[in-house]
């Protein structure tokens, strides 16, 4: 039910929204028309829709990640995207204590399970280690982002070729 009212708020929205094309303002000199001052542009055409379910579509910020033995691999705190716009991989908070001593590790994105996660305590399985996590290198802003891949080994991406 709420999708149907939600899509009746989003309709109705839409067409209130669009804009109203502004008389014709051509004047005339000494007899002669001129062309338009400002010409009337043609509305751009409404956005696309699209509805996704609850349980379709979920954000994976702040999530925790779980290895296939269950042990804690931290959170994911952020999603790296190649010059293309794809998902290639994903920021981790690994290890520490309360935020002390934690390091930031880059796991490739096909390494990581989405199974379950119909809520926010679910948790996302990483089908990696926490000896193999544990040895990949820490990710830092601005320098070569080296990526820990599903099979365990390290992968350095080379965007400037």
Sequence with gaps: ???????????????????????????TTQGKRTAPQDAVKEPA??????????????????????SPANE??????????????????????FGGFLGVGSRKIVVDWNALHFGSV???????????????VTAAPEYKQDA???VLG???RLQPWDFDH
């Design 1 to 27: 039910m709420r999708a149907v009212v939600l899509i009746a708020l989003l309709i109705a929205g839409l067409t209130t929204s669009l804009p109203v094309s502004a008389a014709d303002d051509t004047g």
């Design 45 to 66: 055409p409404p956005p696309s829709v699209t509805v996704l379910g609850a349980r379709d579509a979920l954000g994976i910020l702040g999530r925790d990640v779980r």
């Design 72 to 93: 804690d691999m931290g959170r994911i705190v952020d999603v790296i995207v190649d010059r293309e716009g794809a998902v290639r991989a994903a920021v981790i908070d």
């Design 118 to 132: 119909a809520n926010k305590r679910d948790s996302i399985t990483l089908e990696l280690t926490k000896e193999q």
């Design 144 to 146: 070569p982002v080296i």
């Design 150 to 152: 599903a099979a365990g």
